[in-house]
């Protein structure tokens, strides 16, 4: 697991790197995108590179995480909605190119089959995009998620609807209790996972991620077994890291053929 600690206006721009550097090198790529704050930046600095005609993703296709059940497809929560709206519809992705879990599905388990289905067809995830909750959640896999789960529907803790209430008009109330989300297992099996997370009140689940004991209760701690994980984040939510100084030196030492 590489740990890249930056000020908090350079995250946007490190992960830029990372995903502008994969898709020039392998234009038709699969990326797994996330919603929420953390990618934010990433993605305006994506659309800037797109628009000074630096990185082209019509080839590219791409996977979302997870999905509120029982939004009216206009919600402007609806996580579809919200990656055409920060990411997707801003660059020269293909029409149809970008695909969620169905939470308006009728049958919801043969949707999450399905959505298995159509990222394995399409060669798995090349490199997913990750936040973290403040309980350490990945995607929507809440703590006690197995860790070898796959696409399914989840209950939200309270916490986490407490977080997203700021989308919601600050009423808990109106955050849907249920959602569609990848697994651990399904995001386990993309080759390269980078993870986005700002602010002090990250810290304590990145400090559980990176250094902490591998357990369900911390869904995040799992990505200690995957071969290439790369953390981005700014000083505040480094601020629990024992190791910080460690990982600060290896990042200024790190031989420059080596990629993140
Ligand atoms: N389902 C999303 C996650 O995919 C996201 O990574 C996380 C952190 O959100 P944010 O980046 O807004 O802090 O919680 C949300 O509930």
């Given at each position: 697991?590489e740990?890249?600690?930056?000020?908090?206006?350079?995250?946007?721009?490190?992960?830029?790197?990372?995903?502008?550097?994969?898709?020039r090198?392998?234009?038709?790529?699969?990326?797994?995108?996330?919603?929420?704050?953390?990618?934010?930046?990433?993605?305006?600095?994506?659309?800037?590179?797109?628009?000074?005609?630096?990185?082209?993703?019509?080839?590219?296709?791409?996977?979302?995480?997870d999905?509120?059940?029982?939004?009216p497809?206009?919600?402007?929560?609806?996580?579809?909605?919200?990656?055409?709206?920060?990411?997707?519809?801003?660059?020269?992705?293909?029409?149809?190119?970008?695909?969620?879990?169905?939470?308006?599905a009728?049958?919801?388990?043969?949707?999450c089959?399905?959505?298995?289905?159509?990222?394995?067809?399409?060669?798995?995830?090349?490199?997913?995009?990750?936040?973290i909750g403040?309980?350490?959640?990945?995607a929507?896999?809440e703590?006690?998620s197995?860790?070898?789960s796959?696409?399914?529907?989840?209950?939200?803790?309270?916490?986490?609807?407490?977080?997203?209430?700021r989308?919601?008009?600050?009423?808990?109330?109106q955050?849907?209790?249920?959602?569609?989300?990848q697994?651990?297992?399904?995001?386990m099996?993309?080759?390269?996972?980078l993870?986005?997370?700002t602010?002090?009140?990250?810290?304590?689940?990145?400090?559980?991620?990176v250094?902490?004991?591998?357990?369900?209760?911390w869904?995040?701690?799992v990505?200690?077994?995957?071969?290439?994980?790369?953390?981005?984040?700014d000083?505040?939510?480094?601020?629990?890291?024992?190791?910080?100084?460690?990982?600060?030196?290896?990042?200024?030492?790190?031989?420059a053929?080596?990629q993140?």
């Amino acid at each position: 697991m590489e740990v890249v600690i930056v000020p908090t206006e350079r995250v946007g721009s490190v992960g830029a790197d990372i995903v502008g550097s994969l898709v020039r090198r392998r234009p038709e790529s699969v990326l797994g995108l996330a919603t929420g704050s953390s990618p934010v930046a990433m993605y305006a600095d994506l659309i800037r590179r797109h628009r000074d005609g630096e990185l082209s993703f019509a080839d590219v296709r791409a996977f979302t995480l997870d999905e509120y059940v029982g939004l009216p497809a206009d919600h402007p929560q609806r996580y579809r909605n919200v990656i055409a709206r920060d990411f997707t519809d801003h660059v020269d992705l293909a029409p149809n190119a970008v695909h969620g879990p169905d939470g308006l599905a009728a049958d919801i388990a043969a949707a999450c089959t399905a959505y298995e289905q159509a990222i394995e067809d399409a060669g798995g995830v090349d490199l997913q995009v990750l936040g973290i909750g403040t309980d350490g959640h990945v995607a929507f896999n809440e703590p006690g998620s197995s860790l070898a789960s796959r696409t399914r529907i989840k209950t939200l803790t309270r916490q986490t609807r407490l977080d997203n209430a700021r989308f919601f008009g600050d009423d808990v109330e109106q955050v849907p209790v249920h959602c569609l989300t990848q697994g651990i297992g399904t995001i386990m099996e993309a080759r390269h996972l980078l993870l986005l997370a700002t602010g002090r009140a990250k810290a304590e689940a990145i400090h559980q991620l990176v250094e902490g004991p591998v357990s369900a209760m911390w869904p995040g701690t799992v990505l200690q077994f995957h071969r290439h994980v790369t953390v981005v984040v700014d000083d505040a939510a480094a601020s629990r890291l024992q190791l910080a100084d460690y990982y600060r030196d290896t990042l200024a030492d790190k031989p420059a053929w080596q990629q993140h």
